[in-house]
Structures are given as structure tokens and as C-alpha cells.
């Protein structure tokens, strides 16, 4: 009977373990809806008049975002997408397309974790790999990948143990050089704000 009973109890302690540890699981995976808003303030191409000013365009795109929690406040979390296109003017006129791929890492401080609103902030570096450079016909090109700092706010509003609402906001610093017949004639800041919209699923 003592074996037994000592068997049930392990059991049990076994269970609410298992039960303990998947409802505290550190990973969490989101996916949004992020709109890219450009900053536009690249300098004068050539130093040439203020209106003479390059110009990235805006643009919606996917998403994923891959957070582990280290302590229930404080988390990582890994930015991803696919290589992004965007449309590059010079006073209004088309001067070709670049693509960027732009993963970003962060550290985060969750103010209010395991309630229904959990508001957030964040830190981290953004790599942003340049690609399919086409501008100017090929005349100009940008002259170097881009490595900038990161901030973030969001808010989690949580709809069960696993399943939330997130909407996130993101300032990115992504510059390079453009070089002109290898002279540079102009410095891209596209410094975007991202406005995320998404779902998140915690294990």
C-alpha cells in the first residue's frame, strides 16, 4: 500500500511538473504585419540643393519573431523577414531598386508578465544586408551594408495561456554610401519606424 501510495505521489509530482514547465515555457513565436515608414533624410546627392534628396518607399511586409524569456521580464527576441524591395526616387523620379534583409535582435523588459496587458520595451543591433542594387542604371551603388542600433515598445494583450494579440513599434538605423563613378555622392539614411501588427503563440 506505501509503495503504491508513494508511487501515486510521484505521479502527481511528476505531472504537475510537466504541467508547470510547459505553462512556463520561454520560447514565444510571433508572426506580424509591419509597415516600413523611411525616414527620408539622406543627404543632398552631390551636395547639391536640400530638395535633391533621395527617397526609400514605404511598404507593408511578413514578419516572424522568435523570443526566448530568460527571467519572466526580461526576454531576447530575434526579428526576421525575407529580402525587401524598395523603390528609390530623386525628386520625384525613379532612379532604381535595392533590396534589403534586415535582422534585428533585441533585449526586452516586460513590465507586467503573466497578466492580460503586458507592455514592453527594447534594445538591440540591426544587420541590414544590402542586395540587387539597381540604381541609376547601374552607375551608382550603395557602398556598404548597414550595421545601426535598435529601440522597440510593444504591448502583448494576452487572449489565453498561449495565444496573444501584439502590437509592436520599432525605430531601425540602416545607412549606407552611394558612390557615383566610385565618388560618393550621397548618404542613404532610410532609418525606418515599424508599425507591427501580429499574433503570438507561446509554448
Known amino acids: ?8 505521489m510521484i ?4 505531472f504537475t511538473a510537466t504541467a508547470a514547465m510547459a505553462q512556463e515555457s520561454p520560447w514565444l ?11 527620408d533624410k539622406s543627404d543632398p546627392v552631390g551636395g547639391s540643393g536640400a530638395s535633391d534628396r533621395l527617397h526609400v518607399s514605404d511598404k507593408w511586409i511578413p514578419e516572424v519573431d522568435i523570443s ?19 523603390t528609390v526616387t530623386l525628386d520625384g523620379a525613379s532612379i532604381g531598386s535595392f533590396k534589403h534583409l534586415p535582422p ?20 538591440g543591433l540591426n544587420y541590414t544586408l544590402l ?25 502583448d494583450f ?10 509592436d513599434i520599432k525605430k531601425v538605423q540602416i545607412r549606407s554610401d552611394v ?3 566610385g565618388a560618393r555622392a550621397s548618404r542613404v539614411k532610410v532609418d525606418p519606424v515599424l508599425l507591427g501588427l501580429g499574433v503570438g503563440y507561446r509554448f
Open 68 to 86: 526566448y524569456f530568460f527571467t519572466p521580464h526580461w526576454a531576447a527576441e530575434l526579428i526576421l523577414t525575407y529580402p525587401q524591395k524598395h
Open 29 to 39: 513565436v510571433r508572426a506580424r504585419a509591419v509597415h516600413i515608414d523611411p525616414a
Open 104 to 123: 534585428t535582435l533585441t533585449a526586452q523588459y516586460h513590465f507586467l508578465p503573466g497578466t492580460a496587458i503586458d507592455p514592453y520595451v527594447g534594445a
Open 179 to 181: 558612390e557615383i563613378a
Open 1 to 8: 500500500m506505501k509503495k503504491s501510495i508513494l508511487s501515486m
Open 11 to 14: 505521479a502527481v509530482l511528476s
Open 131 to 155: 542586395s540587387k542594387v539597381e540604381l541609376l542604371n547601374g552607375a551608382a551603388r550603395l557602398e556598404h551594408d548597414s550595421v545601426g542600433l535598435a529601440l522597440q515598445a510593444g504591448v
Open 158 to 167: 494576452r487572449i489565453d495561456s498561449r495565444w496573444s494579440v501584439n502590437l
